[in-house]
């Protein structure tokens, strides 16, 4: 190996100095698991006796060991059947980099720090509830629903106007352990900035009546366009979030309701938080979960599985196959060139 050569390897494997390191499996029956290693040597295979079981037929019962030596870790074949692989190329002796793959048989796992974000996988659906999506942009934000539709984690979804945030957060819902409870709609953006805090919060008196947190009690609130939200409501809604107890406009008894928050935004949040139009607490309690949808424009792969999709409500008779030719009205869709808006909500 070329000095250089080593001595990019070195700098790579210096970020995963004594840290050990985590096993994410990409493929699988175990796929999406991972696996966090503070061993020095660790056996990967079918067998019960290995440190890493990998329930596949393709994977030998002793198939491979990874070893540490100093500071790099080491991938040695245990003179396995199917193989293993780093990168896709066949090894039988070979030094590991954070975020190479790692071919066990035909399972794959990406070697990374132990401190390192791993990126979810995509789904292998092409639809999560009622919205669809065969495009990897849309695989991968079913990916992260999947996995938190049935935790009590908050969800701020993103994305443009009319990419279907509301119908993401009915589907988180129908998904949870809530479905059976109520799912309550305040658009944040529609509500005089006066009247917001009373529909949130309820009011009391004689015409008091409960805000959308209590109307949600065991069951969830979708806050839609929660970047309208004005300043001076923030720090109440922030302990809101906090405890789980409400007070009434006018009152001064705080009530405990169970509610799940689900939030979504057409705007930038992140850049509101720079400004200060929006408090940095609140945003990170929001955003737990942050999936941004991708408008259509950016994953023409997904037009004609919608055509399709919408084409059947026609009344029976009228429907008929999109055309696929790529001199069709479908492949001009799919290949337009994107027109700049004349205007566009931020």
């Known amino acids: 190996m070329s000095e250089v050569g080593e001595s990019t390897r070195v700098q790579e494997e210096e970020k995963i100095r004594h840290t050990g390191y985590r096993l994410h499996v990409l493929t699988g029956e175990l796929r999406g698991r991972e696996i966090e290693v503070l061993a020095d040597r660790v056996t990967i295979g079918k067998s019960r006796q290995c440190d890493v079981v990998l329930p596949d037929d393709s994977v030998s019962r002793q198939h491979v060991e990874i070893v540490r030596e100093g500071d790099a870790y080491r991938v040695v074949d245990r003179g396995s059947t199917n193989g293993s692989f780093v990168g896709g190329a066949r090894v039988s002796d070979a030094f590991l980099k954070p975020g190479d793959v790692l071919g066990v048989g035909k399972v794959q796992l990406r070697f990374l720090p132990r401190d390192a974000r791993a990126e979810p996988l995509p789904s292998d659906k092409e639809r999560f509830g009622p919205v669809l999506g065969r495009s990897l942009a849309m695989r991968k934000v079913f990916g992260v629903l999947e996995r938190v539709a049935s935790t009590e984690v908050t969800v701020l979804i993103e994305g443009e106007t009319g990419t279907g945030k509301d119908l993401i957060a009915r589907a988180l819902h129908e998904a949870s352990g809530r ?163 004349a205007s566009q909500r931020r």
């Not at 006066?194 to 015409?207: C, M, Q, S, V």
């Not at 939200?229 to 906090?242: A, G, H, N, S, Y």
């Not at 001064?252 to 509610?259: I, K, S, W, Y």
């Not at 979960?289 to 409500?313: A, C, G, Q, T, W």
């Open 179 to 341: 479905r059976t409870g109520p799912f309550v709609v305040v658009d944040c953006g529609a509500v005089a900035p006066a009247l917001i805090e009373a529909e949130l919060f309820g009011t009391t008196g004689p015409d008091g009546r409960a805000g959308a947190f209590e109307l949600a009690h065991e069951g969830s609130v979708f806050l839609d366009e929660i970047g309208e939200l004005p300043k001076d409501l923030q720090p109440k809604l922030m302990r809101v979030l906090e405890n789980k107890r409400v007070r009434r406009v006018g009152s001064t008894e705080e009530h405990e309701f169970d509610f799940r928050v689900i939030a979504a935004t057409h705007r930038q949040l992140r850049d509101q938080v720079e400004s200060g139009e929006f408090r940095e607490d609140l945003y990170f309690r929001l955003a737990v979960v942050n999936p941004v949808i991708v408008p259509l424009r950016e994953r023409r792969e997904d037009i004609s599985m919608l055509i399709e999709h919408f084409s059947r409500r026609l009344p029976p008779g009228m429907w008929k196959p999109p055309r696929t030719r790529s001199d069709g009205a479908l492949g001009r869709l799919r290949v337009a060139r994107q027109r700049p808006r």
